[in-house]
């Protein structure tokens, strides 16, 4: 199995992208075009569990579409083959002092690259390496 092909990695890198754009731009319809229409996705959140398409949608349309602006910090993208990767970032909300983290399984799928599993929590203290 070839870890990070680079074929397969600038695809990632591009699906992460698109992703993280929708998140800041709250544009719903592509955050849910991006999640695996399964209800085998989960989304583990900072303060939501969510199994299914479904529950991760509905989030979605309720969420407050202000204050998403963010700084990303040590994002690692890895593709292990041709049809599975990872996605870490830690991350810090314009005008928060608070420092997250974001995993994401990504799997290629007939309509393309879909987050399968997402987990986001919070960090209780300052560390290294923190995005500004």
Do not use: K
Not at 1 to 15: F, S, Y
Not at 74 to 101: N, Y
Not at 107 to 128: C, D, K, Y
């Amino acid at each position: 199995m070839e870890i990070n092909d680079p074929a397969v990695l600038a695809e990632v890198q591009a699906a992460f992208a698109r992703y993280e754009a929708a998140l800041t731009s709250n544009d719903v319809a592509t955050l849910g075009a991006l999640f695996w229409d399964s209800a085998h996705t989960i989304r583990y959140g900072l303060a939501e569990n969510l199994h299914g398409a479904a529950e991760i949608a509905a989030f979605r349309q309720a969420r407050s579409a202000t204050g998403l602006g963010r700084d990303l910090g040590r994002t690692v993208i890895t593709c292990f083959g041709r049809d599975f990767a990872t996605a870490s970032t830690l991350f810090r909300r314009h005008g928060s002092g608070r420092t997250g983290r974001q995993m994401q399984s990504w799997v290629r799928l007939p309509e393309g690259w879909r987050i399968v599993a997402a987990h986001v929590s919070w960090l209780e203290f300052p560390f290294e390496g923190a995005p500004p």
